[in-house]
Nanobody, 119 residues
Framework: QVQLVESGGGLVQPGGSLRVACTASGSILTIYDMRWYRQAPGKQRELVAGITRSGNANYADAVKDRFSISRDNTNVSLQMNNVKPEDTASYYC???????????????WGQGTQVTVSP
C-alpha cells in the first residue's frame, strides 16, 4: 500500500525557519501533483502549496514569498521561512499517485506533522 510519512515539525520562533518533509513509499509507478495542506485548531484545512510533475508551484497568498515547495522522486518538502504565529497548524502532505496493483491515479495523505510558531 502507498503511504506518505511526514517529518520535520516542531517548535520555531517567529521569524525563524523550518522545513517539513514527506516521503511516499509503496509500489509506486508515477507521482503526479504533490501538495501541502495545513489545519489550525478550529479552522478548516487549507491548501498551502502545490507542485506539479514539471515543477510548477503555486502558493496560498498567506504564505507566498515566505514558503517554498520542492519535490524530488518520492519526496516533497516545504521550506517555511519568516514564520508567523498564524502559521501554527498541523501540516499534511498529499500526492496523486498511480501504484501497483491499482494504477489509477489516487490522492494519498500523510498523517500530519505539528508546526508551532511561538516565542
Amino acid at each position: 500500500q502507498v503511504q506518505l510519512v511526514e517529518s520535520g515539525g516542531g517548535l520555531v520562533q517567529p521569524g525563524g525557519s523550518l522545513r517539513v518533509a514527506c516521503t511516499a513509499s509503496g509500489s509506486i509507478l508515477t507521482i503526479y501533483d504533490m501538495r501541502w495542506y495545513r489545519q489550525a485548531p478550529g479552522k478548516q484545512r487549507e491548501l498551502v502549496a502545490g507542485i506539479t510533475r514539471s515543477g510548477n508551484a503555486n502558493y496560498a497568498d498567506a504564505v507566498k514569498d515566505r514558503f517554498s515547495i520542492s519535490r524530488d522522486n518520492t519526496n516533497v518538502s516545504l521550506q517555511m521561512n519568516n514564520v508567523k504565529p498564524e502559521d501554527t497548524a498541523s501540516y499534511y502532505c498529499s500526492a496523486v499517485i498511480s501504484a501497483i496493483p491499482r494504477p489509477k491515479p489516487t490522492e494519498y495523505w500523510g498523517q500530519g506533522t505539528q508546526v508551532t510558531v511561538s516565542p
